[in-house]
């Protein structure tokens, strides 16, 4: 019986030995290959999903209330008006809150994309990630949403 050898570069540049290689080793070798595809994916913009609704008084109220927000910025007509706004903004952190699928998943609003932005978790669940633990987010705001917007992503 003759064995094949397969090798290919390692992080290094240097040739990788798959017969020599450990199970620990291989395993790494294996994540990093699949991981290639989800790196692929990185930086991809997909077409505009929706808002459900334009950006409106009664969800910045909840939202603030569940929050424990008082800022009377988002919730007091009379003084938002007073401001250099005009009117009631809402809060940047409210931002993803508005584009949010609902209960039933990639429930769009009309006009939305037909492609799936979360496609790179089909490829992660099919090597043992079933779901999102944590995330981190770094965000910068260029200015505040105001009522009546309908916002989208990409």
């Keep these: 019986m003759h064995a094949r050898r ?11 030995d798959r017969a020599r290689l450990t199970q620990q080793q ?3 070798l294996a994540e990093q290959e699949w991981m290639s595809e989800v790196r692929a ?11 459900w609704d334009e950006v ?7 939202w603030c209330e569940v929050m424990g927000v008082d800022n009377p910025l988002y919730l007091d007509a009379d003084y938002a008006a007073t401001t250099e706004f ?27 994309t037909d492609e799936n932005p979360y496609e790179v978790l089909k490829i992660m ?19 505040y949403v105001t009522l009546g917007e309908k916002l989208y992503y990409t």
């Excluded at 669940?125 to 200015?143: C, M, T």
């Design 6 to 16: 397969w090798s290919r570069q390692g992080p290094a540049g240097a040739a990788v």
């Design 56 to 62: 409106n008084a009664p969800m910045i109220r909840q």
């Design 125 to 143: 669940e099919a090597h043992g990630y079933p779901s999102v633990v944590a995330v981190n987010s770094d965000l910068s705001f260029e200015r």
């Design 26 to 28: 291989e395993t790494n």
């Design 41 to 51: 994916k990185v930086g991809r913009e997909y077409g505009r999903v929706y808002a």
């Design 86 to 112: 005009g009117g009631i903004v809402a809060p940047p952190a409210m931002l993803q809150a508005w584009c949010l699928e609902g209960l039933h998943m990639n429930n769009y609003a009309p006009g939305s």
